[in-house]
């Protein structure tokens, strides 16, 4: 669903599992097996009737016990089949759901995950589809056979005797004049219990994602208190429930008890009448029990459909946002999806022209009015205090976001009408932070590379970006598995993986977000020069927080409250722009040692 279509109405619980996609052939056996398990628990009352009669009559009871074994032994089997059928169904769903939401996820644009936490996300994908997978499994199975007991043995019953019918059957309806209203205030106990249940889940990937930050300002405590709070509220919900359940319990024996002292009562008046047999007797107290366990399957399915169905409403809210919209568009001239996804396609220029920016749900503008140009073959760097809009003017250029007026162009035309794809293909970005994905060296180095990579292109790429001298040491080389975040690595080693990954993805645009900020003296020369060669002929644009850096740039714009205070060489800054040859000053005239600390900030 693109970003301009209008949404559905919300999924129900049932369009959801049909979105899954379920095998209808897998279905209907599932049924006949359910039909077949149900009419030999129903006939096994019958049978057991006919062999009580046998016995009281003096007659040979071998043909009733094989054939009651029989009966017994098939009703086993295909409820044992249909269990098996249903479940693999069940969970063919559930995964086809879990799939759809990753696929879903990932398909969000950047500002869907500053509105939610990555963790509430997570719990979509698990939690919430458990609770569809419950229904979907074994409360499905119990609703098909639990239906089918229930309607055929009243429908025995009836024929049996219509006295003792009514009997058994108003025992048991007034044990549930109590029973639904408790199983009702279970299903409001159980959403609540999702729900903290995510956030829980939200705290805890956050917290253990940035567990140094936690430690390095021993945050323990604190982090401890919020989960205990949210462990406390699910605890307090699950005893509420726990003391639901022990009451549903006793009432429901209760009421078992009760039917079977209320059929005996009558239907030994009625035996000792002559009005039914002994053997319709026992039918009779045997079917209290197929009576009465399909309605506790049909509480439990209750419960569990509410559970699922609220479930079912967090999934769809997920599956109706609005994505990316990556739409082909026609390909312009030198724009056509094939060369923009090639390595070394050609660059063009890059404009900004009279862009407006404000973060959704924030008020505030980032950016007034901010024109730049950025051109091939060249360098610009982008400068300013922290704040100030760089890292929005490269989410803007990477299209995470949209802007609210303006435009942004590339060799003319607004880079709105181009393929997304396409578009985020022609551009290279070295982040400052250098993130790491789980998975080998080769992965981190080939990662979201469309073509095959071998192993000399990969150590080409290393070699360059002077990363190769470690990695020939690790312990399998290009296939030695990283820690999350990379904390096996040093920053600077995570810094040359991730330029290396640039060199094998050849891009248009090269974006350097301090590229070079974690690399030793000797390193950093390699890099350069390596990156010098990367850079040539492209559309560069570099963002600086030591002005050394920037000082060969072929154009400066110095960024001051969301606008453009100054813009030029660096020598040009210096003799227009007050604020930027303060500045310089102050780096370049600090103590040895103060002058790499004193930067310009984000």
Same mark, same amino acid.
């Given at each position: 669903m693109s970003a301009? @279509?209008?949404? @559905?109405?919300?999924?129900?619980?049932?369009?959801l599992v049909r979105r899954a996609r379920p095998s209808l052939r897998l279905l209907g056996a599932a049924a006949a097996m359910a039909l077949l398990a149900a009419a030999g628990q129903l006939a096994f009352p019958m049978l057991t009737r006919e062999l009580v009669d046998d016995i009281a009559a003096g007659r040979d009871i071998t043909p009733r016990v094989a054939g009651l074994a029989l009966v017994l032994a098939g009703a086993a089997l295909a409820s044992a089949l249909s269990s098996y059928l249903v479940a693999r169904v069940g969970h063919g769903v559930v995964a086809g759901l879990r799939q759809q939401l990753v696929d879903k996820t990932l398909c969000l644009p950047v500002a869907a995950f500053d509105r939610e936490s990555s963790g509430e996300r997570v719990s979509r994908v698990i939690s919430d589809c458990d609770a569809i997978a419950g229904l979907a499994t074994r409360q499905f199975v119990n609703l098909l056979t639990g239906v089918l007991m229930l309607a055929g043995s009243v429908a025995v019953l009836l024929l049996l005797d219509l006295h003792l019918t009514f009997t058994l059957l108003s025992c048991i309806a007034a044990a549930f004049v109590v029973v639904i209203p408790l199983a009702l205030l279970l299903e409001g106990l159980a959403r609540r219990t999702q729900d903290h249940t995510a956030r829980l889940g939200g705290i805890l990937t956050h917290v253990f994602s940035e567990i140094r930050l936690v430690k390095a300002f021993t945050a323990e405590s604190r982090e401890q208190a919020r989960a205990r709070q949210e462990i406390g509220e699910i605890t307090r919900l699950g005893l509420r429930s726990a003391r639901i359940n022990a009451a549903l319990e006793p009432l429901i024996s209760l009421a078992l008890t009760a039917a079977v002292i209320a059929v005996l009562v009558v239907g030994t008046s009625r035996v000792s009448r002559g009005e039914i047999s002994i053997g319709t007797l026992t039918a009779f107290i045997l079917y209290i029990f197929s009576v009465a366990a399909p309605l506790i399957q049909l509480t439990n399915f209750t419960a569990e459909l509410q559970k699922a169905r609220g479930a079912s409403g967090r999934i769809a809210r997920l599956l109706i946002e609005p994505e990316e919209d990556r739409r082909a568009a026609d390909a312009a001239p030198g724009m056509g999806a094939g060369l923009a996804s090639a390595p070394g396609a050609p660059a063009a220029a890059l404009e900004f022209r009279a862009v407006f920016f404000a973060y959704p749900g924030q008020s505030g503008l $980032? *950016?007034? #009015?901010?024109? %730049?140009?950025?051109?091939? +073959?060249?360098?610009?760097? *982008? $400068? #300013?205090?922290s704040g100030q809009g760089k890292t929005t003017i490269l989410s803007l250029i990477e299209r995470f976001y949209e802007p609210v007026a303006g435009s942004i162009l590339y060799d003319g035309r607004p880079i709105a009408d181009l393929a997304l794809g396409d578009w985020r293909a022609r551009i290279g970005y070295v982040a400052q932070n250098a993130p790491i994905m789980p998975g080998s060296v080769r992965d981190n180095i080939a990662y979201g590379l469309a073509r095959r990579v071998s192993d000399a292109q990969l150590r080409e790429a290393a070699e360059k970006a002077g990363a190769w001298s470690f990695i020939e040491q690790m312990p399998l080389g290009l296939d030695t598995p990283l820690l999350e975040q990379g904390n096996n690595l040093s920053g600077g080693q995570r810094q040359r993986i991730a330029i290396a990954r640039m060199f094998l993805r050849d891009p248009a645009i090269l974006i350097l977000d301090e590229a070079t900020s974690s690399l030793d003296s000797e390193t950093e020369h390699q890099v350069r020069q390596a990156l010098a060669a990367l850079m040539r002929? @492209?559309?560069?644009? $570099?963002?600086?927080? @030591? %002005?050394?850096? $920037?000082? +060969?740039a072929d154009r400066i714009y110095f960024l001051d409250g969301g606008r453009i205070s100054g813009m030029g060489s660096h020598d040009e800054l210096i003799a227009s722009h007050p604020y930027y040859a303060r500045l310089v000053a102050r780096q370049f005239q600090a103590p040895r040692g103060e002058g790499e600390e004193r930067r310009v900030g984000r």
């Open positions: 301009d @279509r209008p949404p @559905r109405a919300p999924y129900s619980l049932w369009g $980032v *950016l007034q #009015g901010v024109s %730049l140009s950025f051109l091939p +073959g060249t360098t610009t760097a *982008l $400068v #300013g205090a002929g @492209r559309t560069n644009i $570099v963002v600086a927080h @030591r %002005l050394a850096t $920037v000082m +060969g």
